[in-house]
């Protein structure tokens, strides 16, 4: 069975081949039929992989050390790509299936220009065949085949961490789609508004994904890792926010680019960095040269052929920038204070963030190379990362209705007056009545203020209240989002200042008091799962009328030899009450379990705010007709 | 195995907070600040390592004596070197380069920015945007 597999992986890296070969000699429809088949191929030497995790097939060196009999189906079969083989496997189908899909979906009339766009496409799907085939093969064999397996990392054994990795690789090389459309573009010597039109709908393919892999990876640290926090500035959490501000900063240039002409250089820039910051973030996880609290699957050695797959993509793409970007040229003329005086100052902010959080991550690394050991923190990137995005958050509601070449700023004095009474508001009330600290009242104005903006801004498009849904699914894409952003800013802003955070040792029936709740610990129980044991915390905890019972675990996996920690969540409408169970202590003379407990007020907001972003990525790609 | 499980993560002393609530507030930022130094990414606060929990410990007793923000990280620099700091020191050419980065890099992006408008003409059409 795996020998099939591994031999149909053969044919789809022939298959790549011909879709390059093929596609860069403008033949359209054999790259097309090569990508198809190429697709077809991988998903079933895929599938044999996904078959051999199911029935737990240990002659195959990879399940044999990711895998285990014991574990729940649904974490075998996601056992597939919770190691670096299978996970390489995942991101060369997923380069595939986009070739495929692009086969099938594109239609601009351009036949040259697409047959290029399916050959880049399957040039970047034969190097991610020939490393997974030659560098990194998932379809070795073990000889003799163990009794059992060696398990998977046991903090992975969880739902929301069983669909990051395919969402997240759905966004990275859903770029390489873009990265391909960008050279096509470039070869083609054509960055215009049809062009802008294939690019747009391939971005929001990829960054909607790769939002919604982000918040589940950040939903699964929140809520497995049990220290209360949703982002921890964490180099490898840092390697997917940069691909996606970058993507993004595409999104709303290759706006300018569709509508005007104009930004076609640096969409197509922009295009090609989208894809590199996807490879430099699976390299600087996979390589393990960044040390990090989730680094999973490492191997210096791959890192070193993952570098230098990035550095040849880059020079040949950035070759071609140079080559041919200086011919392409925005004619539309345009001053500093319009729509696309907006969208380069959007672009201008989102590009220093990303190269912000790319010092952040990198400094410590160089510091090394120079003999110094250092860390840089959360709190470098509350002092630079924040302050340089809020400047963009605090413009964007006064911007997003600019006119494009020249906007009138006849109504700045009234967008002021409503900033101002608006902070002045927050303001109060914040420190008068809610007793929260003024950077968290400014937080919940700019919050508001987004969320304001965007509505206006709907209301100002559909002219009438009437007209609201009809206008185009674009505005609605472009309003939900907005008004995501806000609500993220709100959630983020008040879990950050005003989060509760406690210790409390509790002995059987004692209680404890924590963020105004009353907490007694019933009892502590040893439960066993399938694969582990745990001790069981049941803790009820009443505040006013409100009772609720709180059961976090401690888990132990023994085949893995590592202990989890199973938070329990309550949801009290303003924010979860969050206990995880800790160590077990003597503490004057008893025996005592001790809880972190914190209060998380507004979490949701963050979580809530992602989903409406990736809500209103998904109805820009809907298309109609005219 | 199991025994030897849970006698491993049986400790003595518990986290105890301060009796003011400020102070506490501002020795939980602290932590949350300072670098584990037998984790691979952690702060103290988040820690369970034995010497987290010293850390945790001693901060608190910082605070509580009065020591500044400031002393309670010289402190623990002089102690574990600048490792253990995970708001970097700016008062050297890298920490410079390192904080004064991003914001030097927004100003040459702005100004490259306001030139590239700049060089543009004078009669400009005024188009309202129907779709994005």
Same mark, same amino acid.
């Given at each position: 069975?795996?020998?099939?597999?591994?031999?149909?992986?053969?044919?789809?890296?022939?298959?790549a081949?011909?879709?390059?070969?093929?596609?860069?000699?403008?033949?359209?429809?054999?790259?097309?039929?090569?990508a198809?088949?190429g697709?077809?191929?991988?998903a079933f030497?895929?599938?044999?992989?996904v078959?051999?995790?199911?029935?737990?097939?240990?002659?195959?060196?990879?399940?044999?050390?990711?895998?285990?009999?014991?574990?729940?189906?649904?974490y075998?079969?996601a056992?597939?790509?919770?190691?670096?083989?299978?996970?390489m496997?995942?991101?060369?189908?997923?380069?595939?299936?986009f070739?495929?899909?692009a086969?099938?979906l594109?239609?601009?009339?351009?036949?040259?220009?697409?047959?290029?766009?399916?050959?880049?496409?399957?040039?970047?799907?034969?190097?991610?065949?020939?490393?997974?085939l030659?560098?990194s093969?998932?379809?070795?064999?073990l000889?003799?085949?163990?009794?059992?397996?060696?398990?998977?990392?046991?903090?992975?054994?969880?739902?929301?961490?069983?669909?990051?990795p395919?969402m997240?690789?759905?966004g990275y090389?859903g770029?390489s789609?873009?990265?391909?459309?960008?050279?096509?573009?470039?070869?083609?010597?054509?960055?215009?508004?049809?062009?802008a039109?294939?690019?747009?709908?391939?971005?929001?393919?990829?960054?909607?994904?790769?939002?919604?892999?982000?918040?589940?990876?950040?939903?699964w640290?929140?809520?497995?890792?049990?220290?209360?926090?949703?982002?921890?500035?964490?180099?490898v959490?840092?390697?997917s926010?940069?691909?996606?501000?970058?993507?993004?900063?595409?999104?709303h240039?290759?706006?300018?680019?569709?509508?005007?002409?104009?930004?076609?250089?640096?969409?197509?820039?922009?295009?090609?960095?989208?894809?590199?910051?996807?490879? @430099?973030?699976?390299?600087?996880v996979?390589?393990?040269?960044?040390?990090?609290?989730?680094?999973?699957?490492?191997?210096?050695e791959?890192?070193?052929?993952?570098?230098?797959g990035?550095?040849?993509?880059?020079?040949?793409?950035?070759?071609?920038?140079?080559w041919?970007?200086?011919?392409?040229?925005?004619?539309?003329?345009?001053?500093?204070?319009?729509?696309?005086? =907006?969208?380069?100052?959007n672009?201008?902010?989102?590009?220093?963030?990303?190269?912000?959080?790319?010092?952040?991550?990198l400094?410590?690394? @160089?510091?090394e190379?120079?003999?110094?050991? @250092?860390?840089?923190?959360?709190?470098?990137?509350?002092?630079?990362?924040?302050?340089?995005?809020?400047?963009?958050?605090?413009?964007?509601?006064?911007?997003?209705?600019?006119?494009?070449?020249?906007a009138?700023?006849?109504?700045?004095?009234?967008w002021?007056?409503?900033?101002?009474?608006?902070?002045?508001?927050?303001?109060?009330?914040?420190?008068?009545?809610?007793?929260?600290?003024?950077?968290?009242?400014?937080?919940l104005?700019?919050?508001?203020?987004?969320?304001?903006?965007?509505?206006?801004?709907?209301?100002?498009?559909?002219?009438?209240?009437?007209?609201?849904?009809r206008?185009?699914?674009?505005?609605?894409?472009?309003?939900?989002?907005?008004?995501g952003?806000?609500?993220?800013?709100?959630?983020?802003?008040i879990?950050?200042?005003?989060?509760?955070?406690?210790?409390?040792?509790?002995?059987?029936?004692?209680?404890?008091?924590?963020?105004?709740?009353?907490?007694t610990?019933?009892?502590?129980?040893?439960?066993e799962?399938?694969?582990?044991?745990?001790?069981k915390?049941?803790?009820?905890?009443?505040?006013?009328?409100v009772?609720?019972?709180?059961?976090?675990?401690?888990?132990y996996?023994? =085949?893995?030899? @590592?202990?989890?920690?199973?938070?329990?969540?309550?949801k009290?409408?303003?924010?979860?009450?969050?206990?995880?169970?800790?160590?077990?202590r003597?503490v004057d003379?008893q025996?005592?379990?001790?809880?972190?407990?914190?209060?998380?007020p507004l979490?949701?907001?963050?979580?809530?705010?992602?989903?409406?972003?990736?809500?209103?990525?998904?109805?820009?790609?809907v298309?109609?007709?005219? | 195995?199991?025994?030897?499980?849970?006698?491993?993560?049986?400790?003595l002393?518990?986290?105890?907070?301060?009796?003011?609530?400020?102070?506490?507030?501002r020795?939980?930022?602290?932590?949350?600040?300072?670098? %584990?130094?037998? %984790?691979?990414?952690?702060?103290?606060?988040?820690?369970?390592?034995?010497?987290?929990?010293?850390?945790?410990?001693?901060?608190?007793?910082?605070?509580?004596?009065?020591?500044?923000?400031?002393?309670?990280?010289?402190?623990?620099?002089?102690?574990?070197?600048e490792?253990?700091?995970?708001?970097?020191?700016?008062?050297?050419?890298?920490?410079?380069?390192?904080?004064?980065?991003?914001?030097l890099l927004l100003?040459?992006?702005?100004?490259i920015?306001?030139?590239?408008?700049?060089?543009?003409r004078?009669?400009?059409?005024?188009i309202?945007?129907?779709?994005?």
């Amino acid at each position: 069975m795996i020998e099939a597999g591994h031999f149909a992986a053969f044919l789809a890296l022939g298959a790549a081949l011909a879709q390059t070969i093929f596609g860069l000699k403008g033949d359209r429809r054999w790259a097309g039929m090569s990508a198809v088949t190429g697709f077809g191929l991988m998903a079933f030497s895929f599938l044999t992989l996904v078959h051999a995790f199911a029935v737990s097939d240990f002659s195959l060196l990879l399940v044999a050390n990711n895998s285990h009999t014991l574990k729940p189906m649904l974490y075998k079969i996601a056992g597939t790509w919770g190691n670096h083989e299978g996970s390489m496997a995942l991101w060369a189908l997923v380069t595939f299936a986009f070739g495929a899909a692009a086969a099938a979906l594109m239609k601009t009339g351009r036949v040259n220009f697409e047959a290029h766009a399916l050959g880049v496409q399957g040039f970047l799907t034969a190097g991610a065949m020939g490393y997974l085939l030659f560098a990194s093969s998932p379809y070795l064999r073990l000889d003799p085949a163990p009794f059992q397996g060696a398990g998977l990392n046991p903090l992975l054994q969880d739902p929301a961490l069983s669909f990051h990795p395919p969402m997240l690789y759905l966004g990275y090389v859903g770029y390489s789609f873009v990265f391909a459309l960008a050279a096509a573009g470039m070869m083609d010597g054509r960055i215009d508004r049809v062009w802008a039109k294939e690019a747009r709908r391939w971005s929001l393919a990829a960054f909607v994904p790769l939002t919604l892999g982000i918040a589940l990876g950040s939903y699964w640290a929140y809520y497995e890792l049990g220290w209360g926090g949703w982002w921890f500035w964490d180099p490898v959490e840092n390697a997917s926010l940069m691909p996606w501000l970058i993507g993004a900063a595409l999104l709303h240039s290759v706006i300018v680019t569709e509508k005007r002409e104009n930004f076609a250089a640096w969409t197509a820039l922009l295009s090609v960095l989208a894809f590199l910051f996807s490879i @430099m973030g699976a390299f600087l996880v996979r390589s393990g040269v960044l040390t990090s609290v989730h680094a999973f699957a490492v191997d210096p050695e791959r890192g070193t052929i993952l570098l230098f797959g990035l550095m040849v993509y880059g020079v040949l793409a950035l070759g071609l920038f140079v080559w041919r970007g200086p011919s392409l040229k925005g004619a539309k003329p345009w001053l500093i204070v319009s729509r696309e005086g =907006a969208l380069m100052a959007n672009n201008i902010v989102l590009i220093v963030a990303a190269l912000t959080v790319l010092l952040g991550t990198l400094f410590p690394l @160089m510091a090394e190379a120079a003999g110094r050991t @250092m860390s840089v923190g959360e709190p470098y990137f509350r002092l630079t990362f924040v302050p340089i995005l809020a400047v963009l958050l605090v413009l964007l509601p006064v911007a997003q209705n600019w006119a494009w070449g020249k906007a009138d700023l006849k109504q700045w004095t009234r967008w002021a007056i409503a900033g101002a009474a608006l902070v002045a508001v927050f303001a109060a009330l914040g420190i008068g009545i809610w007793k929260i600290s003024l950077g968290a009242a400014f937080g919940l104005a700019l919050g508001v203020w987004l969320i304001g903006g965007a509505l206006w801004e709907l209301r100002r498009r559909a002219v009438t209240l009437k007209r609201v849904f009809r206008v185009s699914p674009r505005v609605w894409g472009m309003t939900l989002a907005h008004m995501g952003i806000g609500l993220f800013i709100i959630g983020a802003v008040i879990e950050t200042t005003e989060r509760y955070e406690t210790t409390v040792a509790l002995a059987e029936g004692g209680s404890g008091e924590a963020a105004g709740w009353t907490l007694t610990l019933e009892d502590v129980r040893s439960i066993e799962g399938p694969n582990w044991y745990a001790d069981k915390a049941v803790l009820t905890a009443v505040k006013g009328g409100v009772t609720t019972v709180l059961q976090p675990m401690k888990r132990y996996y023994p =085949a893995a030899r @590592m202990p989890t920690t199973e938070t329990a969540i309550f949801k009290t409408g303003t924010g979860d009450l969050y206990a995880a169970l800790g160590e077990q202590r003597v503490v004057d003379g008893q025996a005592r379990w001790v809880f972190r407990v914190y209060f998380n007020p507004l979490i949701d907001f963050v979580y809530f705010g992602v989903l409406l972003i990736g809500l209103g990525g998904c109805l820009s790609m809907v298309k109609v007709k005219r | 195995m199991k025994a030897l499980f849970l006698s491993l993560v049986i400790a003595l002393a518990a986290d105890v907070p301060l009796d003011n609530p400020a102070e506490e507030a501002r020795a939980q930022a602290l932590m949350r600040e300072l670098r %584990c130094v037998a %984790c691979e990414n952690e702060p103290v606060s988040q820690s369970a390592a034995p010497i987290a929990e010293d850390m945790r410990t001693r901060i608190r007793e910082m605070v509580g004596e009065g020591s500044t923000d400031q002393e309670v990280r010289d402190w623990f620099e002089s102690r574990y070197g600048e490792f253990v700091l995970f708001r970097p020191k700016g008062n050297n050419l890298s920490g410079m380069l390192l904080w004064l980065g991003p914001f030097l890099l927004l100003a040459i992006g702005g100004l490259i920015g306001f030139l590239t408008a700049r060089r543009k003409r004078t009669v400009v059409d005024q188009i309202e945007s129907e779709d994005v």
